[in-house]
């Protein structure tokens, strides 16, 4: 991997990243409901992945998601986040 495709890559998962969380805190805010910590992680993961297909696609953030939607990947991602925030490593960082 080359130092531009690196750069893309940082620059697509930041992007994703502000994308994922401002979506899940509006969600949040929409429907009153409490921040959920296992949520957030599952809204980071999307988001992260979101944003590195979007940029390395050369599409919008919301165009990138949905091909993602109509793939059936956010229950994937769903999965493997929930597995991931079960796992030892991922319970000693939160008992922090």
Do not use: I, N
Request: charged share 20%; aromatic share 8%.
């Amino acid at each position: 991997m080359g130092q531009q495709s690196f750069e893309r890559l940082l620059v697509g998962a930041a992007a994703g990243l502000v994308y994922g969380v401002s979506g899940y805190l509006k969600s949040r805010a929409a429907s009153g409901e409490a921040l959920s910590p296992s949520e957030l992680f599952t809204a980071v993961a999307w988001g992260l992945l979101v944003g590195v297909v979007s940029d390395f696609m050369g599409v919008e953030l919301d165009t990138a998601e949905k091909m993602l939607f109509d793939l059936g990947v956010l229950v994937v991602v769903k999965k493997l986040a929930e597995t991931a925030w079960h796992t030892e490593p991922v319970k000693r960082m939160r008992s922090r």
